[in-house]
């Protein structure tokens, strides 16, 4: 089995760079502190200093913030071959916290990783700044979806999102795909109450475009999902690679 | 006259790292591609390919995105020492659209020339992606700002987290700023319509915490106004610098 196959992020940033084998072994040098965890304990606290960051490898995990008034915005979600606190590693505390959604396997990496790596494969460091990129390009959306977006198309949007950046990694298609998300985690991703988060679901559902039940989501009508969701890939650059 | 007295970029990068003399002179190098530009025409398009990124100088502007159906979602804004365009310079089409407000000075970087930068100076690499770090964390502010906080707390933490961005560049104070913005630009930046903007700038003002107006903001109250914002700028981290 070669490394991209074992390595969701290999997987991932192959839409961008062909990696070398050279590359690919810095790469899963990256991979050499696996750690696991467990849903109900933060991988990073929100205000936390000398905090890490993660390569995803198993499992889902989600970002957050907490209000000083106790209410939680989910910033996004983070799948297999994600980075996980890459954003604030360079900040001197974590902007935001990293809660496990289920069993979680990582690989712990330290900026003086990452700065060793960077030095010595450029096209490397260019494939982790596309991914970063490419994970900024969906907060904006989330921020354009949240402003801007009704609760239907806003629902519609982020369940072919997630579908995509499964496809990527192998763990989704068209026709739909693992989800271990619940109707809360969605109410605090959208900006929506769980009752409502429920009452949208329904209204997809009995349109016939897409069911989430039981830890499955199912594309009944992708091509009119798309449309409902005026759901445009282009931001997930998953076309690629665009260097060879 | 320093380096960083002549660049905002260099001064807000002193926030994270004390550059050497040799990796100022990189940096400024990076300034070398100087142009204009004017209000009223975008400086990169959504959806354009091949599209530089850019280190403003001079002048205001805005990031944005336009919905299918013509609304419009502003990102965020960007002030002299920003980078524009850096977050979308690796995917092969750009996911927001570049506005100059006003008259703009901006000088042209391309990826070619970050990866050579980044190759001569790892320490100057960290810094630009400190700056890219932290300005994802801004939007995800605005996103926890737009789902969670109501329009009043919302619009003083904007304005606060301008005075302090433009404080770390020598553009603003505690006592206020200039600001070239209109209330439309507040009304597409925070998800209110203009009338809505309008009311809640007289309320702050009733209340005796904050005037926009004419261009300017001034802070009556700075401290009532962080603590209705529940304002806290750890996220911004300009206590640094980190690195010596």
Redesign the interface.
Known sequence: MSATEHSPLARKLAA?VALSSDELATLMRLHQRRRNFVAGRDMVHQ?QSDHAAYILEAGWVCSY?I???G?R?I?DFQIPGDFLGL???????S??SIEPIGEVQAAEVL?SDL?GA??QT?RL??AI??A??????M??????G????DADSRMAHFLLELGARLALVGLGSKAGYACPLTQYHLADAL?LSAVHVNRVLRQLREKGLVTFRDGQVVFHDYDRLVALA?F?P??L?Q??P?LK
């Open positions: 961008f205000g913030k209000l000083p008034d209410t915005q910033v954003r604030s590693v360079l900040l001197q505390t902007d935001h900026v700065l960077f030095a450029p460091a260019a700044l596309w970063a990129s490419r994970d900024e390009a907060v904006v959306e989330h921020l354009v949240i402003g801007r977006r900006g005026e445009d282009a931001y650059d076309t690629g665009l």
